[in-house]
Each structure stands twice: as structure tokens, then as C-alpha cells.
């Protein structure tokens, strides 16, 4: 009987890290489908029309491009680590290093170059007269370029000594040491690059919703060259809506990750793996929300979509109606030449005294 009740205490605890890695991996799967779709759509979309390129749409496209490679990358490194069981990999070996400096880049690249977006828009909505001279192409490129720089030092740094990567069983991937040895690249990392952004997202949504509220209680009406309307409320409240749910997605989907790392970093303990993995699984699930949330709830960016499908749809449509009106003429013709009169025909005694006329004439 005690030795029954060992074997299943030894059993349940592979056991349920069986089941964390299947539910992980299923989820990895589904995160990395829709983060590919979502940013080849946004992609798509962008590059069909023309009116979505403004002067700051190169941080859009930098947002996205890094969702991109997230869910290209990163994320099937996950699963297939998920699914093998991999338990470790060679200290400093390139795959590991490799795998992490691409994860900590495309992480930071792509909260910072969203949160710049983010700064964009919130000038647009509440500066919108000086917008046009407070961010500029020029600045936007700035921005960029600063953004790139940072991300690259930072997820270059334990490459260097300054921290370090390892692989971690709990999350499947190969991420930034969390031990009290790293404490100050952890901090740098966690604090600058993670906790600033999502604090000053988050307020800039929250500020956002109140104007948007204020607008409400006394009514706006917008004027253009000919006529004055009546913006209704209903417009506002939809906007709040999208607001208030980004901000929630924000919290929900980066919380857990920063207080595991924390937890990790100033205890010096392993936090419990189905914790850590969901944690990562909703870090990393961001790349496909972020598409969605940030530039599909906007109307230019849902009329724009309708347009680019029509415009596919047309492509599509154009050769079959050339090779219906090919088909048709064909038919016509033979139609045509079926319904007209035969040449006469010379019968061949008339040939041959044709024949001996010529043949005399030109004797």
C-alpha cells in the first residue's frame, strides 16, 4: 500500500507536466496562427492604401513587423520545446543565446514602438492643431531609430556579461536569467522596459476615456468649409469602449509575467510552471491582439480592410469575366460562320477550258 501511494505521488507530478506541456503547446499554436494572420493582414491592408501612410505609420510597421517575427520564431521555439520535453540546453550555447536575444528584441522593440504609437495618437485626439508640428515624419523616423537602438543594447547586454540567458523548464523558452545575481539587468529590463510603457499606455487610455466622457456630458459639434453637425454620443461611448478594453488587455495580459519575474528575481525561487507558462503564453499572446486591438478597432483601419478585400475580390473577378467574353466571342464567331453562305464553286469543266484560254492567250 506505501508502495503504491509513492509511485503515484512520483507519477502525478510528470504527470501534470505532461498536461501543462500539451495545454502550452496547444496554446503556442494557436497564438502563433493568429499572430501570423493578424500582422500579414495589417500588413496587407497598410500597403493597399495609400491614405493609411502617414507620416507616423512607420511605427504601426514597426509594431508589427515585430508581432511578426514573434509569432514565426519565438513561438514555435516554444512549442517545439513544449512538445519534445526538452529539459536543457548546453550552458551558452548559440541556440539558447540566439532564441533569447531574439525574444528580449522583438519583445521590447514591440511594446516600445506600440507605446509610441500610442503617444501618436493620443496627440492626434488632444492636441489635434498642433499635431501636424508636434510629430513630424522626420521625428517619427527619430523615434524609430531610438526605439531599435535601445531594444538592441538591452537584449544585447548578458550577451556581454551584464546578466545572462538561460533555459528555463518552467517556460518553455529561453529568457533572461531571473535570479538575485542578475537583480540589475532585471531591473532595467523589467522597469524601463516593460513597466514604463505599459504605465504611461494605460494613462494615456484612461485620459483619453475622460475627455471622451466630458465631450458627452456638454455634446461637441465639428464644422467643416460648408456646414456644422452633431457628433453623438453613441461615437464617444464606442471609443471609450475600445479604450477601456485595450487597457485591460494591457494588465491582464503583461501582470502576471512582471510579478513572476519579480517573485523569481528577489526571492531566487522557481515560480510554479503552470503559473510561469500561462504567464509567457499571455506575453506572448499580445503579438496577435496587438493587430486587432490597436489598429482594426479603428473605422479608417475597418474601411480600409473593406476596401482591400474588395480590391482582392475584384482581382480575382477580372480574369474570369476576360476569359467568359473570350468564350463568348469565340462562340459568337463560329456561330457567325456556321450561318454564312458557301463560295461558289467552278465545276470542272469550266476549269479546264479556263485553263486552255489562259494557255492560248498566252501563246
Known sequence: MHACLLVCKCLNPHVNMQWAAAVYAAL????????????????????????????????????????????????????????????????????????????????VASIHSLTWATVDKFIEICFALSYPVIFTAYRAKIILAGVWVYSILNAALPLFGFGSYVYSETKFLCVPSFKPSSIAFNMLFMVVGIIIPIVLMCSMYAYIVYIARNQVRRGTFVCNEDHCFYVPASNYFKSSIVMVTTIVCLLVCWLPYIVICF???????????????????LVLFTSALNPWINSMTQTRYRAALRKSLNKIRQMFEYPRKDSLSQCTTIQLRRESNSFSLPAPTVPPALQTNNEAQQDLTLV
Open 28 to 107: 503556442m499554436i494557436g497564438s502563433s496562427i493568429f499572430s501570423v494572420l493578424g500582422n500579414l493582414v495589417l500588413l496587407l491592408v497598410v500597403s493597399l492604401n495609400r491614405s493609411l501612410q502617414t507620416d507616423t505609420w512607420v511605427l504601426t510597421l514597426s509594431f508589427c513587423l515585430c508581432d511578426l517575427a514573434l509569432g514565426i520564431s519565438t513561438i514555435p521555439f516554444g512549442i517545439h520545446n513544449s512538445v519534445f520535453q526538452v529539459k536543457s540546453y548546453p550552458s551558452k550555447s548559440a541556440t539558447c543565446n540566439g532564441s533569447a536575444f531574439l525574444f528580449l528584441l522583438l519583445q
Open 263 to 281: 517573485y523569481e528575481t528577489l526571492t531566487g525561487k522557481d515560480s510554479p510552471q503552470p503559473a510561469s507558462a500561462v504567464a509567457t503564453w
